[in-house]
């Protein structure tokens, strides 16, 4: 288990042009267990209102045996993450942030944050929308050889933390990932099971380095 954290006063940053004008898929790791991670949350929480920004929160298990059990974290966040770290050659930690599937940085550092949505190559937008039986994904044209997975998340919940580094805290967390679904590309529209109108889903599509190269985001409602 590892954690990172930096101390970042008054830095306000303005949308870089990468958020602005493309796509950017943001993905935190993070625990309750966690005193450094409480920041990236809400950080989070401000990256999901941005257009453009397609957040998302996964709460890893590694932290679990250290007085508070996260009811949100799973063996598959702290697989994905570990996957990352493997793929992009970093380490496992939190608060950790992966821009794009490119780039790890610390999930509260706004500057490396911007700095990595500035920098890395943005995902091609895909349409994700609901239908009378459940949901469409539909793209001009798939990308060759990708594999892709649909996030389905909370929008935001609070917990009243009672042990462990964060006890007597509440803690607002945002775009918590809940319920993960492996989808098959294939050419034209791809029909996928219905999503609850109180959570939303998010379409991530990956060449085989581990890149989003396409992704969408169906808001709850």
């Keep these: 288990m590892r954690r990172r954290s930096i101390l970042i006063a008054g830095l306000t940053l303005p949308l870089t042009a990468r958020a602005a004008g493309g796509l950017a898929v943001v993905e935190l790791f993070t625990s309750q267990g966690c005193s450094s991670c409480p920041p990236a949350d809400a950080y989070l929480g401000e990256l999901a209102k941005r257009p453009g ?37 970093d380490e496992v930690y939190t608060p950790a942030l992966v821009v794009n599937g490119v780039r790890i940085v610390v999930g509260s550092d706004k500057r490396a944050v911007t700095e990595a949505m500035a920098a890395t190559p943005a995902p091609m937008a895909v349409t994700l929308r609901r239908t009378a039986t459940g949901l469409e994904a539909l793209a001009p044209a798939w990308p060759a050889g990708a594999s892709a997975l649909l996030a389905i998340y909370d929008p935001d919940n609070t917990t009243s933390v009672a042990a462990g580094e964060n006890a007597g805290r509440k803690l607002k967390e945002y775009r918590i990932v809940r319920d993960v679904r492996e989808v098959t590309l294939a050419n034209g529209p791809i029909a996928l099971a219905p999503v609850p109108a109180k959570q939303g889903a998010a379409l991530l599509v990956r060449d085989a380095a581990w890149r989003i190269v396409a992704a969408a985001d169906l808001l709850p409602g």
Aim: proline content about 3%; charged content about 25%.
């Design 53 to 89: 920004v397609i957040a998302l929160a996964w709460h890893v298990d590694y932290w679990n045996n250290l007085g508070w059990k996260d009811p949100y974290a799973s063996r598959q966040s702290t697989d994905r993450q570990r996957d990352y770290a493997r793929h992009l050659h």
